[in-house]
């Protein structure tokens, strides 16, 4: 019989939350984002105090050898002996409702969790203003465990606050006192968990978590390296999450982080600094190699562990210098994109970080010739979906690509190398007429479009207004102030019995209208209303707007499937001539 990964430790609530407080377990930071609502944690408690099971946990053996090592600010906390694997939500509820310590939410903002207890039916609920006025209720159970006041004149606190509003015989007082021991009791609870080996392997724990998880959530390689940050260079992951709490709120005055393109999460921002300071997009080895695991001899080393955290830091200090981080969304302006909205891919946008942060510090690009560079890259990687179907690859297979570059030049000839074997003729002419061929309002070549609408310094149909100045984020009001315009309305389609979306709504059929044309052109046929437009301009600014929106010649008179296809081709064409904005004359492709 082989010989099994785990042994299996019982526990009481208060052992968990004592080796909690001394840093036995490595429970990540009170101060990190909680996913869990109120109402789960007060189930929680609710479940305990019935008597219900509430799921095994499951801890995975640091591995190292004995020693201390300062986590946070308390002096006191040891090196983690146990990381957590699953239980990681159900060990913050706890921890900070008995402790009666906030956590952070998702979105960044404090919260005391406020579980109220009714001693008499041992009701639960969630603490609100009308719960806090109730007598009935111990509006906050964290007070039963805080060491204020002992267990006894907590219950006779409750007990006279309860008698200045009604009457309390003695026989209820007993069961009210009962009532409030036992939740003081949970301390007692029984937990069990099931203690990984140090000799398991990253991967091997990431199955138990899923075989025994019965939502199947799936542990990514990120996971693993932000728990190993939370125990080797807490203050590094706390840099991370400050960093992406901050890019979600504008800042009055000060340096943020805080931008119209992406509200990183930490494990993004770890991939930046991973494949800047160990060239990597694959994070498999990533984890053993900080742990300090050397891949051939699967020995560990407390000094090879600690130089690999060196190289991370140095990456990361440069991945969230909020200098690089601006610097390098100009290059996504210069580009032709202007904010979340046209990006497609979270991933593609933080990998072409990567590429900007290696070409700074590794080969000391001009800053100039470097946003320009990674201008065309971010588009090419963005209109082609680059890192979209196996991200990590496609990333590994570019970072191998700079393997022979020595300097500058080389960088940017390898970088340009792959944006012309991968726009090619076929490409411009074929491939992407056919992508156009979709109803998706996401798509990668409809972004690249309104790019190169942008580069191009284009006006919005039927108006003399930029595409670009409409389609600024710092423009918030009811009504977008641009809309996408179906040029053949579903009305008049329908008429003609087109009626599937994946026909009406492709992307050929829409072009940018200010949204008061929008309402005004209805459900008329493109034969009606575009000669009534159309007078508003000259025969050159006709022309002229006519080829940014990819129309014909005729095109309001001719059938919808052959305007479909024109309309394709002339938009692959616009694309181009955008791209070609961000070329020297001489590589225009």
Request: some cysteine.
């Amino acid at each position: 019989m082989k010989a099994t990964l785990f042994k299996e430790v019982g526990y009481s609530l208060s052992k968990l939350i004592e080796d909690i407080d001394m840093g036995e377990i490595g429970l990540p930071d009170i101060q990190r984002p909680f996913i869990w609502n109120a109402a789960k944690v007060r189930d929680l408690f609710d479940s305990m105090y019935k008597g219900f099971p509430v799921g095994y946990l499951l801890f995975w053996v640091n591995g190292y050898a004995e020693g201390h090592r300062l986590i946070g600010l308390d002096e006191k906390q040891n090196i983690p002996r146990l990381l957590i694997v699953d239980g990681q939500q159900r060990l913050t509820s706890l921890y900070s409702v008995i402790k009666g310590k906030p956590v952070l939410r998702n979105d960044y903002s404090a919260q005391h969790i406020k579980i109220a207890f009714r001693p008499n039916d041992t009701k639960f609920e969630v603490a609100d203003a009308a719960i806090r006025r109730d007598p009935e209720f111990i509006s906050d159970i964290s007070g039963l465990w805080s060491g204020k006041v002992s267990r006894n004149r907590f219950v006779k606190d409750f007990i006279r606050r309860l008698r200045r509003n009604r009457e309390v015989s003695e026989d209820e007082e007993d069961l009210l006192s009962e009532s409030i021991d036992h939740l003081y009791d949970l301390r007692n609870y029984p937990f069990t968990a099931l203690e990984l080996s140090s000799t398991v392997e990253e991967e091997q724990v990431a199955d138990v978590f899923v075989r025994i998880n019965s939502k199947g959530i799936t542990l990514n390689q990120a996971d693993f390296i932000l728990t190993l940050m939370s125990v080797f260079w807490d203050e590094g992951r706390t840099q991370l999450e400050w960093f992406c709490r901050a890019a979600r709120t504008p800042s009055v005055g000060e340096p943020s982080p805080y931008n119209h393109f992406i509200e990183p999460d930490p494990d993004q921002l770890l991939r930046v600094g991973v494949g800047l300071g160990f060239r990597r997009a694959r994070l498999k080895n990533v984890y053993s190699i900080l742990r300090g695991k050397d891949l051939e001899s699967e020995e560990f080393s407390n000094e090879r562990r600690t130089k690999q955290f060196e190289v991370l830091k140095h990456a990361q200090a440069k991945v969230l210098d909020l200098q690089n981080w601006h610097e390098y969304f100009k290059s996504l302006v210069h580009a032709g994109f202007r904010g979340a909205p046209m990006i497609s891919s979270q991933v593609g946008l933080l990998y072409a970080y990567v590429m900007y942060l290696i070409g700074k510090y590794d080969f000391h690009v001009d800053p100039y010739k470097l946003r320009n560079l990674i201008a065309r890259w971010f588009f090419m990687t963005s209109l082609t979906a680059r890192y979209s179907a196996s991200p990590e690859t496609s990333m590994q297979a570019d970072l191998a690509r700079l393997r022979t570059a020595n300097n500058a030049d080389e960088f940017i000839k390898t970088l340009n190398q792959v944006i012309l074997d991968t726009l090619t003729e076929d490409f411009w002419n074929i491939t992407l007429p056919n992508e156009l061929a979709t109803s998706s309002a996401r798509s990668p070549s409809l972004f690249a479009y309104y790019a190169a609408l942008n580069l191009l310094d284009a006006r919005v149909l039927f108006s003399k207004m930029k595409i670009s100045e409409l389609l600024d984020p710092a423009l918030k009001a009811k009504k977008a102030a641009i809309e996408r315009h179906h040029l053949f309305p579903k009305n008049y389609l329908k008429k003609q019995e087109i009626t599937e979306i994946r026909d009406t709504n492709q992307i050929a059929n829409y072009a940018l209208v200010e949204w008061v044309d929008n309402i005004d052109i209805s459900d008329m046929s493109p034969s009606e209303y575009f000669p009534k437009y159309a007078e508003r301009f000259s025969k050159d600014e006709l022309d002229e707007m006519s080829y940014w929106h990819a129309l014909q010649k005729g095109w309001e008179t001719m059938s919808y499937e052959d305007f479909l296809i024109a309309r394709r081709r002339a938009i692959a064409q616009v694309i181009r001539d955008g791209f070609n904005r961000l070329l020297k004359p001489s590589e225009n492709i």
